[in-house]
C-alpha cells in the first residue's frame, strides 16, 4: 500500500485552484439581496480617497450583481481602529467615491450592525447599494465571532466575497460569515486566483521572480517558495545588503538583519542546487543619509564604502537585470529595489516597472503584488492594466505565493 505523504508536502500539492472554489456566476442571483465583502482599505487624505484602485477593481462584481437586479450590502475594514469607533477610520468618505464608480445611489450606514444599519439596509431598494461603516469597529469582527457574523448575514441571501486583499485574514466577514450563506466567490478574487494561482502554479518560461523590500525576514517563505518554481530569482532593495553581506561584502551602513545572514546563505546555496539564476545587484546608489537632497555616489562594484548605504540599484545592475528579464515569459514581481519614494533612488524600481510593461507587450504574462510595488507603478504613472495583472493585495497575494491556506479562500471551496 502506498504511504500517505506526510501533512506539509500533502498540502503544500492541494494548491488553490480557480475551480476548486464556487464562484458567483454559477449560483442564482436574480432580484436576491447579496451581502459582499469589499476590500475598501483604501488610503484617506483630507477626508477623500487618495487612491480608488481597490474600488476599482470592485466594479465588475458589483455591477453584475445590480444588472440582475440585486440590492447589494457593502462591507469592508479600513486600518486598524482595534475593536473601538474612530472617526479617523470611518469609511465615509468611501461611500461618494463608490457611487462615482458603480453610478447608483450608494447609502452609508454608519454602523454595520443594529438598528442603525438595519434601518438603512431596509430603505435601501433592488439595484441600490448600502455601504456599512467600517466592520473593524467591533471587536467581534477580528475574533471570527459567530453571532456577529450572523447579523451580518442577515442582510442578505446570498454571500459574495471579493476582498482578495482580506482573505488571507480569518475574520467573522471573511470567514464565520460563510457558515450562514451561500457563498461565492466574486469577480476580483475569481482574477487573483487564476493568475496568482494559474499563472504561477503552471507559468510559460522562463519565469523570474524579482523580490524587493525592506526586510529578509518578510520574504524568507515566499524565496524559499519561490525557488521551488523559478528559472530567474532577483533580489534588490533593503534585503539585498543582507545578501551581500553573505557574499562576503561590504554594506557600509546599508540596512542589515545580520541574525538573517545565514538564511541569506542557505537561500542562495539552494538556488544554486536547484539551478536557479540567482542575481544580486552589482552596483548600489549611496548616499550617507537616508535623504532625497544630499550627494549620492554609485558605487564601482557591489561593495559599499564605509559611511554610505545603499539606496537603489546602480546603472549596471539595471542593465543586467533587464538582460535577465528579456527571454522571460512569466515575470512576479513583489516589492521595489530601492526607495522609489524618493526621486534619487526611484530609478531602479521605474526601471523594473517598465521592463514589466515591455515584456507584457511581447506576450509574456506579467504579475505584481504587494502594494509598494503598485505605489512604484503609480509615481511612475503606469497604468496598472499595463501589466497582465496587479494585484489588489499585499500580504495576501504574499501568502497566497508562499503556499499558505488563505481562511477567506477555503471558506469559498465547493463543498
Ligand atoms: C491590507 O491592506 O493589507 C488589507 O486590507 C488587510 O489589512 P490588514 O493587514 O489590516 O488585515
Ligand atoms: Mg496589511
Redesign the pocket.
Known amino acids: 500500500m502506498q504511504k500517505r505523504p506526510p501533512f506539509q508536502i500533502f498540502y503544500r500539492s492541494s494548491k488553490m485552484n480557480l475551480n476548486d472554489i464556487v464562484k458567483m456566476q454559477d449560483i442564482n442571483l436574480d432580484n436576491k439581496n447579496v451581502v459582499v465583502r469589499v476590500?475598501y482599505?483604501v488610503p484617506i487624505k483630507d477626508g477623500k480617497v487618495d487612491n480608488p484602485k481597490r474600488i476599482a477593481a470592485t466594479e465588475k462584481t458589483i455591477k453584475y450583481l445590480l444588472s440582475k437586479g440585486c440590492r447589494v450590502v457593502l462591507m469592508s475594514?479600513l486600518g486598524?481602529p482595534k475593536g473601538k469607533p474612530s472617526a479617523e477610520f470611518s469609511l465615509a468618505p468611501v461611500a461618494p467615491e463608490v457611487e462615482k464608480i458603480m453610478g447608483v445611489k450608494v447609502y452609508f450606514a454608519k454602523d454595520c450592525i443594529g438598528p442603525e444599519a438595519q434601518t438603512v439596509v431596509n430603505a435601501a431598494k433592488k439595484g441600490e447599494i448600502v455601504l456599512l461603516e467600517n466592520l473593524r469597529f467591533h471587536p467581534e469582527e477580528e475574533a471570527n465571532d459567530k453571532a456577529f457574523a450572523r447579523k451580518l448575514a442577515s442582510y442578505g441571501e446570498v454571500f459574495v466575497q471579493d476582498a482578495f486583499?482580506?482573505v488571507h485574514?480569518a475574520h467573522a466577514s471573511t470567514s464565520a460569515i460563510t457558515e450562514f450563506l451561500p457563498s461565492a466567490a466574486g469577480f476580483l478574487i475569481q482574477k487573483e486566483v487564476e493568475f496568482l494561482g494559474g499563472a504561477l502554479e503552471t507559468p510559460k518560461r522562463p519565469f523570474a521572480a524579482i523580490i524587493g523590500g525592506a526586510k529578509v525576514s518578510d520574504k524568507i517563505m515566499v524565496l524559499n517558495s519561490l525557488l521551488n518554481k523559478v528559472n530567474v530569482l532577483i533580489i534588490g532593495g533593503g534585503m539585498a545588503y543582507t545578501f551581500i553581506k553573505a557574499m562576503g561584502r561590504t554594506v557600509g551602513t546599508s540596512l542589515l538583519e545580520a541574525d538573517k545572514i545565514e538564511e541569506a546563505k542557505s537561500i542562495m546555496a539552494s538556488a544554486k542546487a536547484k539551478g536557479v539564476n540567482f542575481l544580486l545587484p552589482v552596483d548600489h546608489i549611496c548616499a550617507k543619509e537616508f535623504a532625497d537632497d544630499v550627494a549620492t555616489i554609485t558605487t564601482e562594484g557591489a561593495d559599499i564604502p564605509d559611511g554610505y548605504m545603499g539606496l537603489d540599484i546602480g546603472p549596471k545592475t539595471i542593465k543586467i537585470f533587464e538582460e535577465a528579464l528579456a527571454p522571460c515569459k512569466t515575470v512576479f514581481w513583489n516589492g521595489p529595489v530601492g526607495v522609489f519614494e524618493m526621486a534619487s533612488y526611484a530609478k531602479g524600481s521605474f526601471a523594473i516597472a517598465k521592463t514589466l510593461v515591455g515584456l507584457t507587450k511581447g506576450g509574456a504574462v506579467t504579475v505584481i503584488g504587494g502594494?509598494d510595488s503598485l505605489n512604484v507603478l503609480k509615481k511612475a504613472k503606469i497604468p496598472g492594466n499595463e501589466v497582465s495583472h496587479a494585484s489588489t493585495g499585499?500580504?495576501a497575494s504574499m501568502e497566497f505565493v508562499e503556499g499558505k491556506e488563505l481562511p477567506g479562500l477555503t471558506a469559498l471551496l465547493k463543498k
Do not use: A, F, Q, S
Request: no cysteine; charged share 30%.
Open positions: 476590500d482599505n475594514h486598524r486583499g482580506t485574514r502594494g499585499g500580504g
